[in-house]
């Protein structure tokens, strides 16, 4: 009924609106004036509006910055993320005054210099110096920002070097849930094998491998040592997913096929990122961001920061995967 | 060119030969023109359906039901899968069948004899066949929407695995087969038209008619017609090879999988190539969108600020320039898939490097509105509107172009508002800026102003009341292509946002009404055009109000000058037709 009424509302709408369409037309003919001539009056009005317009987006995203910004995300909890938070910085201290200038100016023109029949426009067809000036003066912010960015993203897709001290973790994709795989005491992950993926064997680990007998596989949450290097081997069984921890900056695809590598080291605890968000609740999370059927909507896992000693004696109350198997 | 309008005319036309199979460019540009605009109408609709379920999540809107049946959306709510399926078929619509093809298709076809001063196009005969390809791959892409398991599921760029296994999503069973036949279909036509874009310009100008003369819009097409023939044979091989994945068994991109509790043979092909290949023709293909509407507002904006466009070989120059980068950018768009970091680097590189012709770009529309004479027309309103779309979208484009930053937003809401606001507005935008310019050209009558002028504004702004926000959505890690957030805590704070962007998504849509309303009003019934409704230079507006065949009813004009002879100093007039010699006091400066 609903629907019914609605469509009888649509049609309404649109016979009313081609109604004052040929009533406008009719009106025109009789006084004699081209329908389609924008007149004066009008001109000034649609200059007008953008005066008022472009005012009124500048409020309208200061607006959802001061409603909605506190709601971005906190600071980054890896090290590396603080570098590419600095970028963003540097970045957004380029785009908003850009931004600023050209719709002001966008808006003044507009304004200014609208029609009038007793004026002629300006017969100014290029300009040397002013286009070399906007060509260089681009060429060379953007040269800063690549610098800056290449320099960031080396730091940030560097591999933890061989000598340092750090934990393995293999994060497992499949429609629609994450295992995580410890490499355990040895620090080293086991072989595993598509066609090995059976039952319990989620993750198709060889067990003829003795690397892998003290492998540890969980789900549901993982746990990462704080200021400990984390290095991240992911792989898929299915489609592709993208393992994304948006409070690490930190995301990687999970290819099947194949193993992909990120590392971050985790800066705070979950403990003191509770407090720093004043927000009780707060938990580090790890979810899909790559489109992986009808479920890619709620496909994650919850991840803990804690210090050494109780991610050790978490971890040490985890199943072997030879004992588990 | 020597034929004259009496070869022209001998051949008395059929209702098949003049309306349906037509072989008449202008004719062709009208059917691009109204098949591009349904079609991106479904398109939108779609976008407000998907938007229903986004505002409010699992709330019960009995028009889903009623608008997809029981088993797209039973109890008024869609279903995770058939959400999958809208925001795919809404994004292939949008990027290929209203911005590629109803784009280029209408405005190429249009233009180019009638700026060029060309009878007809290179080869009327692959014109029209581009255009019934065209016809085709649209009907193929609808009719998938009702095949068992629905459509393609997989998103717009359909990566496998997902697009290949429909044990993984139900759309990737006939549904995906119908898309990839629909596409490899389009992109026959895009390159029929493509082949026939490049050839008439180059062959088919009239006397006087340089290079250098060609109003930037022949530019923009020329351009974009070649990134087309470059780029969409790569997108050809990747649907091909999918095809033979999907129905062949051959393992291109493929490898080690197990799903549904089955291990499946394939083995040595890489999910990996097959992005590779789709972006190859997938980050042209944002210029092939975008270019054409800039080459449009750049004519828009010199007649209607009656002033010569600002640095117009510095427009031609950063034209060529974009399109050169675009095709060594691909990369940034898999910034995040494992490639070698050293290559990431590379692609960040080139990337950042199309803000340059873009600032220029963007200065010289500003410096052409200084000191202009400007009448706001509806036209011109959505021309200036495209400025200010191709900033604020474009410079959130150095955010995703540096590698180091797209890792956190890479695949957020942050990348949808991008992309929507500089290639899907600034193109939409570019696109009613010529429909309702060249609206006199098409159908020899005049859209109702006051209308455009209302459709602009509640369009504008309702966009942006769509798109901006999801900037800071993005921002705070909400993934795109998610059915719903509410398994996510964390995003909790974005419920009432995602509102007030489903509620602008509405009246978005109510917004295109007003067009649709004024079109089809005008079309059939609006005042009768004047041949030169805006004081325009152009060549277009030297034929007959009625379309004849052959387009001038005499010999063709020939051409004494550029096309931007506005305001000139000493003229008479305040505009200058390419037709009109140079007068003694006038020193050829060139063009």
Known sequence: MITFLIFLAILLAVTAIVQMLSIYDLTSAIKGRKAFEVTERENKMQAFLWLIFVPSYFIFILWQYLVWGKYMLPESASVHGEKIDGLFATTWLIIIPVFIITHSLLAYFCFKYVYNKDRKASFFAHNNKLELAWTVIPSLTLATLILYGLKTWNSVMSPIPDEADKVTIELFARQFDWTARYAGEDEKLGRSHFRLIKGFNALGVDSSDANAHDDILVKGEFHLPVNKPVEFVFRSQDVIHSAYMPHFRAQMNCVPGMATLFNFIPRYTTAEMKQKTSNENFDYILLCNKICGAAHYNMQMKIIVESEEDYNKWLSSQKRFLASN | ?591
Request: charged residues 10%; neutral net charge.
């Open chain 2, 1 to 591: 060119m020597s034929t004259t309008h009496a070869e022209h005319s001998h051949h008395e036309q059929s209702f098949i030969t003049k309306y349906v199979f037509s072989q008449d460019h202008k004719m062709i540009a009208k059917q691009f023109l109204i098949t591009g605009f349904l079609m991106g109408f479904i398109g939108m609709m779609m976008s407000v359906l998907f938007r229903l379920q986004l505002g409010w999540p699992g709330e019960s809107f009995p028009i889903l039901t009623f608008l997809l049946g029981e088993n797209w959306a039973p109890d008024g709510v869609l279903t995770p899968d058939k959400y999958l399926a809208l925001v795919t078929i809404h994004g292939t619509i949008m990027v290929f069948f209203l911005l590629t093809a109803g784009l280029s298709g209408t405005f190429s076809n249009l233009l180019i004899p009638l700026q060029l001063g060309a009878r007809d196009m290179a080869s009327g005969f692959l014109n029209m066949l581009s255009y019934w390809f065209f016809f085709l791959s649209s009907i193929i892409m609808l009719v998938s929407l009702g095949v068992e398991g629905g459509p393609a599921s997989a998103g717009w760029t359909i990566y496998p695995p997902l697009s290949a296994l429909p044990q993984a999503i139900p759309g990737s069973g006939l549904g995906m087969t119908l898309w990839l036949v629909s596409m490899a279909i389009f992109i026959v036509s895009s390159l029929l038209g493509s082949l026939n874009y490049i050839v008439t310009i180059l062959n088919l100008r009239t006397k006087g008619m340089k290079m250098t003369r060609m109003p930037l819009t022949i530019w923009a097409f020329l351009i974009t017609a070649i990134l087309g023939v470059l780029t969409f044979p790569v997108l050809l091989s990747a649907a091909l090879l999918l095809i033979f994945d999907r129905s062949f068994e051959t393992s291109f991109y493929l490898s080690d999988i197990v799903v549904a509790g089955t291990a499946l043979d394939f083995n040595g092909g890489s999910p990996i190539l097959f992005e590779h290949l789709f972006w190859f023709l997938g980050h042209p293909e944002v210029y092939i969108v975008l270019l054409p509407s800039l080459g449009l507002t750049s004519e828009i904006i010199s007649v209607n600020a009656r002033k010569p466009i600002f640095g117009y070989r510095a427009m031609i120059g950063s034209m060529l320039t974009i399109a050169f980068i675009s095709i060594i950018v691909w990369g940034h768009h898999m910034f995040v898939t494992g490639m070698n970091p050293f290559l990431g680097a590379v692609f960040t590189f080139t990337t950042l490097l199309v803000a340059i012709p873009s600032a220029v770009k963007v200065f010289n529309y500003l410096t052409t509105l200084w000191k202009g004479n400007i009448r706001f027309t509806p036209a011109m309103l959505f021309a200036v509107g495209l400025i200010s779309t191709f900033i604020s979208g474009g410079l959130t484009g150095l955010i995703l172009g540096d590698s180091a930053l797209d890792i956190n937003v890479h695949d957020t809401y942050f990348v949808v508002g991008h992309f929507h606001i500089v290639m899907g507005l600034s193109a939409v935008f570019g696109m009613y800026a010529g429909a309702y310019h060249w609206f006199p050209k098409l159908f020899g009558r005049m859209m109702n102003h006051n209308l455009g002028k209302a459709h602009f504004w509640l369009t504008i702004t309702s966009v942006y009341g769509v798109f901006l926000p999801m900037h800071f959505i993005g921002l705070a890690g909400v993934p795109r292509r998610y059915y719903s957030n509410s398994a996510f805590p964390l995003f909790d704070s974005f419920i009432d946002l995602n509102e007030i962007v489903s509620a602008f998504a509405i009246l978005a849509a109510f917004a295109q009404v007003l067009f649709f309303i004024n079109f089809v009003y005008s079309a059939l019934r609006g005042p009768k055009a004047t041949q030169n409704p805006w004081d325009s230079n152009t060549l277009e507006w030297t034929t007959p109000v009625e379309h004849i065949h052959g387009n001038w009813p005499g010999d063709i004009p020939a051409v004494h000058r550029w096309p931007y002879d506005y305001s000139k100093p000493g003229a008479a007039s305040d505009f200058i037709p390419q037709t009109v010699p140079l007068s003694e006091y006038e020193k050829d400066e060139g063009h």
